[in-house]
């Protein structure tokens, strides 16, 4: 086992280079964030270094805590809706998704074919512009601005895609208990279809841009590694298990909403270049991964079912009756999944939710030894966290 | 591939306090002090690769603890233990040192939920700041009206 200054590495790591041994350095302990550009919010990592190697990384959360379970019950079940939006802020659909599933599973809802569709359409949506942001920041972080504004691009006309049927930008409240609140205007489908031709059109420029770029490639391809054994000790899943070796995808392993209807491929770890788990693949991992979206989005508009978008008996004054439930489900981060218990009264019992950026944040504290300060740069974009999730 | 329930009856027949295999979320129920060892068992004998989720429930007689695991290898399933608590001074062994997913897990339900996990190397608040009173998530939680001499009321 190589190690650096004391510091033990994991397989595949690359050790930063050491100081020579007449050059004497002192231990430094200093905060990074929670006003720092690269930790995406209100992050702060407590570090110990040596020179510009990280001895130990301590992420410190909780900025952002307003106690989303706690308000959860205290809401009627149609008011706490908008709020786990709030979750995830940049794949605010799945989170809708991550609180209905269990509650509809608890209560034998049955949701309309049309509806659950379209749930999957808005799902993938909301996914590859979700990894088109994350892999424009990732470049945004390693020193390439421009491939963020190319990104940033489809992402904008995304959105308004979004907008037009749920009238939101970032938050959508769209996903509602049995069903979805608006059916799709006239027209909506072909400006759908032509939007993930252009995003089909652009993955080729986005890959030449960033990631097949020399820079880029030196920079990423065999930082941070996170291998398998280390992501499913500390619970990390998502694109990230994924680009270590992992085929866990719970929209092909335990489908939900219709899932299993659609044909799609699960990308797995490694690509072209770099190893598994590193910060490279990572990143291919998600423009991998929204090139699927496509395909599902493209398969579900094709064969949208006619019919109701709602579950009749599910009305504005809906309550679950007791019961309780656990359901994961897939978003653009990992697995967002609630166990949610009903004492049949008017709010839910209990609602707790498992962010998982939550999980995916705590591998920092074991990944991040021996590396150099700017590799933990590479190694926070790569793992691409929401501090709205983290802290709920 | 055994099933938890029937995994844990054979491996410790009188850790098992109640076992729930149909509805909507089947789980077993097991007692306190036992937890590692349960654990331990779904690893081995049923495959649970994954601690998903820590949960710490309040119900007005009791506390529970919920365990999720996940098996990854097909087919995928979670697995569900449940830990009753008394109410006056919950605490049970930690997982921490079986799974890293443990240790946030558990400061969280530390944290919100006030149920102690003995053995745990880091046993912190991790959300709330460390000068907090009280823990949240509890049904009897009453809101601070100030804090730090903020008003909290309006």
Known sequence: METIQGVKLNEGERAAPVLPRDIQSDELVFNMGPQHPSTHGVLRLMLRTDGEVVLEAQPLIGNLHRCCEKILENLTYV?????????????????????????????????????????????????????????????LDMGAFTPFLYMFR??????????EITGGRLLYHYIRYGGVTRDVPKGWIERCLKWCDRVDEHMDEYNSLLTYNHIFLNRTCGVAVLDKETCLDYGVTGPILRAAG?????????????????????????????????????????????????????????????????????????????????????????????????????FPYRMRMRGPSFYNIAVLET???????????????????TLGEVDR | MMTPAAALQEALPDAVVEVIEDGTHPFVRVQGEKIVEAARVLREKCGAE?????????????????????????????????????RDNPQLPSLANEWRAANWGERETWDLMGIRFIGHPHHYRILLSEDWVGHPLRKDYQMPTSYHGIDCTK
């Open chain 1, 367 to 385: 990944c991040s030894r021996g590396l150099l300060i700017g590799d933990l740069i590479a190694l926070m974009g790569s793992v691409d966290i």
């Open chain 2, 50 to 86: 994954m601690l998903h989720q820590v949960s710490g429930m309040d119900f007005e007689d009791r506390y529970e603890v919920v365990y999720h695991f996940a098996r990854l290898a097909s087919p995928a399933e979670f697995f569900c233990l449940k830990v009753s608590l008394p």
């Open chain 1, 79 to 139: 008011q706490g809706l908008p709020y786990v939006d709030r979750m995830d802020y940049l794949g605010a659909i799945n989170m809708e998704m991550g609180l209905v599933l269990p509650v509809e599973k608890a209560a034998g809802v049955e949701v309309p074919k049309r509806a659950q569709y379209l749930r999957v359409v808005m799902c993938e949506l909301n996914r590859v512009i979700s990894h088109l942001f994350a892999a424009g920041q990732f470049g």
């Open chain 1, 154 to 163: 489809e992402r904008e006309e995304g959105i308004n895609v979004l907008n």
């Open chain 1, 246 to 346: 992992v085929p866990r995808d719970l929209r092909k392993d335990m489908p939900y909403s219709c899932y299993e209807d659609f044909d799609f491929d699960v990308p797995v770890g490694p690509f072209e270049k770099g190893v598994a788990g590193d910060s490279w693949n990572r990143h291919r991992q998600r423009l991998r991964e929204a090139e699927e979206s496509i395909k599902i989005i493209r398969q579900a508009l094709k064969n949208l079912p006619e019919g109701e978008t709602q579950h009749p008996k599910v009305t504005r004054a809906w309550k679950a009756p007791a019961g309780e439930a656990y359901v994961a489900s897939e978003a653009p981060r990992g697995e967002i999944s609630a166990y949610f218990v009903s004492d049949g009264g008017k």
